[in-house]
């Protein structure tokens, strides 16, 4: 027991730190009600900020340079000392500065847009925030990952600390120190002060606080700034002890963070202080004590510390039910309407031949040869990603349940086919076999499939009692938690740690369809058909759901639980029912995701891959079946990110930088996603494509002719001699016409005066 | 004659672009307190949400204390002097009674000081339950915090909505001299919104009555008294 205690205690130094994050989290929620989750990107970036002012004196801004010119640039850099290192103290105060910059840049560019957006907008909106500091973090501070310099703390190692007869090191305690005298500040600030007060107020109601002159606004601000300068704090000063620095460094722990948060109610600054110093103390007795005794379960030494965070928030949530503060008086958008599918034979029937097409090519090889190497490879990745994002669709788009979870459920199924279909011999491909019970493929997905729909289930349970973000925190916790227990687990999935798990190729009657083509690389048209029908099939299924009574069902729920509970609907066995069936199409796409990649490790199923799936599923659209195949094309090293990075060789850099700008801003302008963008001005240009003639025609070129003669010519001689890039020339003209169009499109815009018709109308409202 | 303080002329005022109030023009005076009468729907809480900047003036010219509120925030208009008593009431349910008067509270350490006794002395029942949260008061509870936080601002208009809503006869009868002392006392000018004619009449200088969005009847309280039926036709559809 008294080792239990000296090893609480070296538990403090991480507990400190989510104790810092925890605090940031709560403040964010009081000012905005948002749950940000890209506050450890905050303390990432302030991180970095810090450790290169010491390293090489320059200042890095939270932005790339974007104009594909050499000779007019954004500044990107300020040199603060030419000579090298920067004094610590200065780098505190930049990181600071850096960190509240941030916080100003997420209120007016992000969350104030989104003020009145529905929950699962916000959430958008913070993974893009998160997407884009990392991937400007990829880019400005490129790929070295230096260790981060330890400052100010203590250097002494206590050798027999308070007589339990451990060392601990004497910077755990200044951390701990920190974090107390924060809370002690902030929680001063929210009991006595006015604008803590005006805080509170407006977080409880927002009329309120307008009425007696105080600007919901400028309290979100500072707010935000205190969050994010909170985050830079916790960066700067306790990045020194969690190892290298890295642009995802910190994504990973915000879920002990997000769980003391919830543990003082997503309010309470003291509670959450104790709770983040209470989860690190925990977390550090289970690693380093308990798995060291013998009653302690040998398959839970891995994964244990990752589930207590898990255990902590689901526990909190459940017992609290409904009590969580929740943001009075703003009027919250609904998720946008979910289209009926209409002629769903018809669009199988073009589809479906579609795809085959690009998998073999036209008869002949004449014209088109079919998809090959990377292309076909893509175009494997896009299908079944769109896969994956049918369950998002019907989760969160349907039943309006935001999982984050759906990822790592789809690696549960791939991970037990595989142990499944694993026969223990080894071969020149897989020398290191695992044991297993070696059942052919169609059985051993079967399993998979089942046991994700039970995993699923079970992740499903909280949902009954909590909802909307706060299931969201819960999905990711699970997301964290299933990794480590699961799929880093030795002792579960039977791994040399680091090798990967074999998946044999799938055969029908004898006929290999396996993702190996016949050049050996893995663009095999027999698997891409075979990812094809399977995505239609699925297609199919999702689509009659939301026609039947199930869907209606679906979307009552969604409207409101109440509702549909006083018009006789089972809520909860609806919500089990939704994830179960999403479960179950996540489960094929990790089974398809196995045969693609043949053979499979823990880091296909890594946490944030999950929320950046949700997040293209909701660029795509996230409440219809067309949504989820556009945000399968979309997806990173889908097809069209592939084309975007095959047109331009340094684009791949940029994709996570560009993928957060496009989803804060799919979240700000258009939350029904590009399917709702696409789908009424494809029917409305192909009605006038059928009815136009050449007068038609000719008023078309009299608008928009002059305009596209300005833009090749600008794209000709205006950006083509500037350009960085190795990009084509024509690639450039197209630029430029694009870029005009737009800003014309903008312009006209904005002397019209008219508003975008957005999801407020009252048509989308009543879905 | 006293300085003008609400000029409202010829507005129209609604939501998203439909009028629900068309052409209306009325004025508030220092010291006075006037009723804005009117049945259900006849537009009344969307003149008050126009006049403190919360919605946009359609079309027309409204000006409060001395400036205009279009293109204004409501916060900027509050700060001039404005203070709005909700139909809502607009309490902060997690703040303690006395936190939600401090936020109502303007001026120097002094001046905030007295004006938190002022408000007290208004409504004496607030005094011993300051500490607990607002959320827990009882309806009539509440309605005298809104009015005190609405005057711990020591505002010079006060727009008071349906005081009234949801309360005992005998608390309206006990609230509503009060809204006629802060008038005298102040010198605010008041408009109130009120489903009680009788009552609002009798501590009103002047009344307007609104129906279907535009103004009916307008005159001193004592006419509109005298004119008890056409009130009530107005009320009723029958104008």
Redesign the interface.
């Given at each position: 027991m008294k080792d239990a205690i000296a090893f609480a205690f070296l538990g403090l130094g991480a507990g400190s730190f989510f104790a810092l994050m925890a605090t940031g989290l709560v403040v964010a929620y009081k000012g905005s009600g948002v749950i940000n989750f890209a506050h450890g990107s905050v303390a990432m970036y302030a991180a970095f900020t810090f450790n290169y002012l010491r390293i090489d004196g320059r200042l890095r801004l939270p932005w790339v340079d974007i104009l594909p010119t050499h000779q007019v640039n954004l500044p990107v850099q300020i040199t603060i000392s030419s000579g090298g290192k920067v004094n610590v103290w200065l780098a505190v105060l930049l990181a600071l500065a850096m960190s509240a910059l941030l916080g100003v840049g997420m209120h007016y560019l992000v969350f104030r847009p989104l003020r009145n957006a529905a929950p699962l907008g916000k959430v958008i909106g913070a993974i893009g925030v998160m997407l884009y500091l990392q991937g400007v973090a990829l880019v400005n501070f490129g790929s070295e990952n230096p260790q981060p310099k330890s400052i100010l703390l203590p250097d002494t190692l206590f050798k027999n600390f308070l007589g339990f007869g451990k060392p601990m090191p004497g910077e755990n305690l200044g951390l701990f120190i920190m974090a107390v005298l924060v809370g002690a500040v902030l929680w001063f600030n929210y009991k006595y002060t006015?604008f803590g007060?005006?805080t509170?107020?407006a977080?409880?109601?927002e009329?309120?606080?307008?009425?007696?002159?105080?600007?919901p606004e400028r309290l979100a601000l500072f707010n935000w700034i205190i969050a994010a300068m909170t985050a830079g704090l916790a960066g700067v000063f306790v990045g020194s002890i969690t190892g290298a620095l890295t642009p995802t460094k910190f994504t990973t722990l915000i879920v002990p963070a997000l769980g003391a948060a919830l543990i003082g109610s997503l309010s309470s600054v003291p509670i959450a202080i104790a709770g983040g110093v209470g989860i690190g103390m925990i977390q550090t007795v289970t690693s380093t004590w308990m798995t060291g005794k013998s009653w302690f379960p040998d398959w839970l030494q891995s994964g244990a510390t990752d589930a207590i965070p898990l255990v902590i928030i689901v526990l909190t949530l459940f017992l609290r039910g409904k009590s969580l503060?929740i943001r009075?008086?703003i009027e919250e958008r609904r998720l946008p309407l979910s289209p009926y599918p209409k002629r769903i034979g018809w669009h199988v029937a073009i589809l479906v031949p579609l795809g085959v097409v690009l998998a073999y090519g036209l008869p002949g090889d004449f014209v088109f040869a079919g998809l090959s190497g990377k292309w076909s490879f893509a175009f494997m990745t896009s299908l079944i990603a769109a896969m994956l994002m049918l369950s998002y669709v019907l989760l969160a788009g349907y039943v309006g349940q935001i999982s984050m979870v759906q990822l790592s459920i789809a690696g549960v199924s791939a991970f037990f086919m595989a142990r499944m279909s694993a026969n223990g011999v080894p071969s020149p491909q897989d020398p290191f076999a695992v044991s297993g019970p070696g059942l052919p493929w169609p059985i051993g997905a079967t399993l998979g499939i089942i046991v994700a729909i039970a995993v699923g289930v079970l992740l499903g349970i909280p949902a009954l009692r909590i909802r909307g973000v706060q299931l969201a925190v819960v999905t990711i916790a699970a997301a964290v938690a299933l990794q480590t227990l699961y799929f880093d687990n030795s002792k579960l999935t039977n791994l040399m740690a680091g090798s990967n798990a074999a998946v044999p190729p799938p055969t029908f009657f004898g006929v290999d369809v396996g993702s190996t083509g016949p050049r050996g690389l893995t663009d095999s048209p027999k698997f891409v058909t075979f990812c094809v029908i399977v995505l239609a099939a699925m297609c199919v299924i999702v689509s009659n759901l939301r026609r039947g009574s199930t869907g209606r069902r679906f979307l009552a729920v969604r409207a409101n639980e109440r509702a549909a509970a006083s018009a006789g609907i089972d809520v909860a066995r609806t919500k089990l029912l939704a994830f179960g069936i999403a479960s179950g199409l996540a489960g094929v796409a990790g089974v398809m995701t196995a045969f693609q990649q043949q053979q499979i490790s823990s880091s296909n199923w890594v946490y944030f891959a999950g929320l950046i799936a949700l997040a293209f599923a909701y660029l795509g659209g996230i409440t219809s079946v067309a949504g989820a195949l556009i945000g399968g094309m979309l997806t990173g090293s889908g097809l069209i990110s592939v084309f975007g990075s095959h047109q331009s060789s340094g684009l791949h850099t940029y994709t996570p930088l560009i993928g957060g700008v496009g989803m804060i801003l799919t979240a700000i302008i258009h939350p029904s996603g590009q399917a709702m963008l696409f789908q009424p001005l494809l029917q409305y240009f192909g009605r006038w494509l059928k009815a136009a003639r050449v007068p038609e025609w000719l008023v078309v070129a009299r608008r928009l002719g002059p305009y596209v003669v300005l833009g090749l010519a600008l794209g000709a001689i205006g950006i083509n001699p500037w350009r960085t890039d190795e990009w084509s020339r024509p690639w450039m003209m197209l630029v430029g016409v694009l870029l005009v169009l737009f800003v014309r499109s903008i312009v006209v815009r904005i002397r019209s005066g008219g508003h975008e018709p957005s999801s407020d109308s009252p048509a989308e409202v009543s879905a | 004659m006293s300085e003008t303080l609400i000029d409202v002329h010829d507005l129209s005022a609604g939501y998203g672009g439909i009028p629900v109030v068309r052409n209306l023009s009325i004025s508030v005076r220092a010291g006075e307190v006037v009723a804005l009468l009117g049945p259900n729907g006849a537009g009344k809480t969307t003149t008050l949400l126009t006049l403190?900047g919360?919605l946009q003036p359609i079309s027309g010219r409204v000006d409060v204390l001395g400036e205009t509120v279009s293109g204004v925030?409501?916060?900027?208009v509050?700060?001039r002097g404005l203070?709005?008593v909700?139909e809502?009431?607009?309490?902060?349910?997690?703040?303690s009674v006395k936190?939600?008067l401090?936020?109502?509270l303007r001026g120097d350490r002094n001046e905030r000081a007295a004006s938190m006794e002022v408000a007290l002395d208004l409504f004496p029942a607030l005094a011993p339950l300051v500490d607990r949260r607002a959320g827990l008061l009882s309806g009539g509870e509440q309605q005298m915090l809104a009015m005190a936080?609405g005057l711990a601002?020591r505002p010079r208009v006060l727009l008071v909505d349906e005081m009234s809503l949801g309360l005992a006869p005998i608390i309206v009868e006990r609230m509503l001299p009060i809204v006629r002392r802060i008038a005298d006392e102040t010198g605010a000018g008041i408009l109130m919104v009120e489903q009680h004619v009788g009552l609002a009449l009798s501590v009103a200088d002047r009344g307007y009555v609104l129906a279907h969005g535009e103004l009916a009847m307008e005159g001193t309280s004592a006419e509109l008294r005298s004119n008890r039926r056409l009130v009530e036709e107005s009320y009723l559809g029958g104008i």
């Open positions: 006015r007060l005006a509170r107020a977080a409880g109601n009329k309120g606080a307008v009425l007696l002159g105080y600007s503060p009075g008086n | 403190s919360i925030k409501p916060e900027k509050a700060r203070s709005h909700a809502d009431r607009s309490l902060f349910f997690d703040l936190e939600n401090r936020l109502g936080r601002s």
